[in-house]
């Protein structure tokens, strides 16, 4: 059985801080790229951080400088630090398995509810 299992989420003051876990199951997690989304209402979902399997990141400019993307392989988790939060930043957000073969399944989170507002 696979899962993804997002934690860490809840309601923070703006300026605030907030980490993000996803704990993985049933995929051999180190050889996926992780990924977080967010998808806010009446929004599209947007890629908000991907780290790959040797650790290097690549951030969506509007959280570039704020958040930060972490794995530890040896949890099968990963995390995302999000720093000097804004009400912006209010979204549901999801973890995603990205394998590094097209023919391999990826994997979704549930999602997990940010909300940043004072």
């Known amino acids: 059985q696979v899962q993804l299992v997002e934690s860490g989420g809840g309601l923070v003051r703006p300026g605030g801080s907030l980490r993000l876990s996803c704990a993985a199951s049933g995929i051999y997690f180190s050889i996926y790229a992780m990924d977080w989304y967010r998808q806010a209402p009446g929004k599209q979902r947007e890629l908000v951080a991907t780290i790959r399997r040797g650790g290097s990141t690549t951030y969506e400019d509007s959280v570039k400088g704020r958040f930060t993307i972490s794995r530890d392989n040896a949890k099968n988790t990963v995390y995302l630090e999000m720093n000097s939060l804004k009400p912006e930043d209010t979204a549901v957000y999801y973890c995603?398995?990205?394998?590094?073969?097209?023919?391999?399944?990826?994997?979704w989170g549930q999602g997990i509810q940010v909300t940043v507002s004072s």
């Open positions: 995603h398995g990205n394998p590094p073969d097209q023919l391999i399944a990826d994997f």
